[in-house]
């Protein structure tokens, strides 16, 4: 492999829509997207810091720590390691934060932080297992190679998150060097990235350099002080912290501000969930009044994917309208209406409302 850096700006990236441009934020037009598998140009982006530069030449995985084996591996050896692919769905923790009221400081998402790909890498579990991870230990690190300041507080930080040291979770998780049966484009994480299965994005460690088993919890910034529901800006006694995604749904098509005859159409959008499966999606034309169950419309519908949904709408009359739509996982989990707001402004899931016009005489201007 090359060695990995940007060297255009918006490289490969064309069409997405920018909330930040340094560090690089883009989010996807969801209405563009036609296929199940989101293709990689067209997969949002999320980063808190500049693109690393990374030397291919000397670059290494090390997974040590609280361990009696540690163990380094280049590329190509993990290239020779069983492999897993996966379909996974991720949606990034802020994704529809500008729907709040009040408003949350963060990147102001709409509704396209969001994205389905299929991945294919290493199984952590496989990685774990040769370094003989010692009794006691509670949590393993992730480190990304990317680093950079913060407002909130002095000094130079990576990119890094931990997990709970639970078996049955990291059995789930892979670190993955290809994204849609290609080489894993640099700005999704090239040369490894993790994937945790049902957990929002911030999981999802890009540019993997470091693997650490750890006795005592993580207090580093992207997990002691991002990544907390706070209820109040200084409650970190009470905050909770940010782990598998809720149950969401959005539409796509139409977009707000889309003016409509009478006629028939079909309503378009994507439902997704953490670990259950998505087993109703309903529609509202009224402002949530009535609602009406809509068809979930993927071909393929797994566990950790998104599914596309369907809903044929007949309007016979001018007016506005409210689009609505709420869905419903095989865990029991609905939508609210209005979401839990939270300092941070994470895991916003109340339903997406579509504003519709349909004119009945013609528009004087
Ligand atoms: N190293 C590193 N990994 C990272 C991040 C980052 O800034 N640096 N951002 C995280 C967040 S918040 C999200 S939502 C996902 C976005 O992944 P993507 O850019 O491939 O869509 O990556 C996660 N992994
Ligand atoms: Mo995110």
Known sequence: MPNLSVTAPNEGKAGLIPAKTEPENLE??????????????LFYIRNH???????????????????QRPVAFHYDELLKMPRVTKNVTFECAGNKRSFLTPPAAGEQYG???????????????????????DAGV?????????????????????????????????????LAYEMNDEPLPFKHGAPVRLIVPGWY?????KW??????????????FQAVDYLYLQREDDYQQAVPVTEMKVNSVITWPSR?????????????????????????????DDGMNWTDAILASPEHQQFTWTFWEYTWTISSPGHY???????????????RVSAWNVKGYGNNMMHQVPAFVPGTPMVH
Do not use: H
């Open 28 to 41: 996807c037009p969801l209405g563009l997207v036609t296929t199940w598998l989101v293709p990689n140009e």
């Open 322 to 336: 409210s689009l609505m739509v709420k869905a419903e996982d095989s865990l029991g989990n609905q939508q609210p």
């Open 257 to 285: 501000g889309e003016v409509l005859k009478p006629g028939t159409y079909v309503l378009r959008g994507l439902a997704w969930t953490g670990k259950g499966m998505i087993t109703k999606v309903s529609v509202s034309t």
């Open 201 to 205: 994005g911030m999981a999802n460690v």
């Open 208 to 221: 993997l350099t470091g693997i650490t088993a750890s006795a005592t919890p993580f207090e580093g910034p």
């Open 49 to 67: 810091f500049p693109y690393p530069q990374i030397d291919m030449a000397t670059w290494s995985l090390s997974i040590g720590g609280q361990c």
């Open 111 to 133: 509704i396209g932080a969001v994205g389905n790909a299929k991945w294919t890498g290493v199984p952590l579990s496989y990685l774990l297992d040769l370094t003989q991870i």
């Open 138 to 174: 509670q949590e393993i690190i992730f480190t990304g190679s990317d680093s950079g300041q913060r407002p909130d507080m002095p000094g130079e930080f990576n990119y890094q998150r931990s997990l709970p040291f639970q078996k049955e979770l990291l059995a789930e998780c892979l």
